[in-house]
């Protein structure tokens, strides 16, 4: 049974960082897992992704700022913690921060599994 929980989220003043986790397990071995945020009256944008090959692809909106990068001391139960390290943060990168997981990560329809979320908040 594939779990997720995110932790690490909190406010921050613009130019702040900021590290959010993600806590897997159950994830199959050929899925891969994703950020995606949601900020208030937008829709859910995927902002990182990291396959099962270890290929990580970003967003326009935070490539140079965010890296996103996962920790497999635990691979063969399935359990990793996935990360994303932001820096040089923006009001504009407010928002929930979900961690996922499915087939294909830069489409929000392939995700199968989502966390509860985490709020980031950037202040200016």
């Known amino acids: 049974q594939v779990q997720l929980a995110e932790s690490g989220g909190g406010s921050v003043e613009a130019g702040g960082s900021l590290r959010v986790s993600c806590a897997a397990s159950?994830?199959?071995?050929?899925?891969?897992m994703g950020w995606i945020r949601q900020a208030p009256g937008v829709e859910r944008e995927v902002v990182a992704t990291f396959d099962y090959d270890g290929t990580t692809v970003y967003a326009d909106s935070v490539k140079g700022r965010f890296t996103i990068s996962k920790d497999n001391a635990n691979k063969e139960n399935g359990a990793y913690t996935l990360y994303l390290q932001m820096n040089s943060l923006a009001p504009e990168d407010t928002g929930v921060y979900f961690c996922?997981?499915?087939?294909?990560?830069?489409?929000?329809?392939?995700?199968?599994?989502w966390g509860q979320g985490t709020q980031v908040t950037v202040s200016s």
């Open positions: 996922a997981t499915g087939l294909n990560c830069w489409y929000l329809a392939e995700y199968k599994k």
């Open positions: 159950g994830i199959p071995s050929n899925y891969c």
